[in-house]
């Protein structure tokens, strides 16, 4: 549910594309322990999030702004 939604929200803010933001869908990527997990290339920032507000954060800061969010950052 979260990632349908993440994937829509960069439709709508036209980040996604050729060259652009590419979502994909995968299992744990071997961090099953720690929830829910997302990673960001090319800077290979792995994330932790709750709910939708969480990825609307990430998506702003980071994407939009390339500030990492420190707060859902995992090591």
């Not at 549910?1 to 993440?6: L, S």
């Not at 803010?13 to 960001?40: F, I, T």
Request: charged share 30%.
């Amino acid at each position: 549910e979260v990632h349908a939604y993440a994937k829509k929200r960069i439709k709508e803010l036209g980040l996604n594309g050729a060259g652009k933001v590419r979502m994909n869908k995968s299992g744990c990527l071997d961090r099953c322990d720690e929830g829910p997990v997302l990673v960001v290339y090319p800077e290979g920032v792995w994330y932790t999030y709750v709910d939708t507000s969480d990825v609307d954060e990430i998506i702003e800061k980071h994407i939009q702004g390339g500030e990492i969010v420190e707060r859902l950052r995992l090591p």
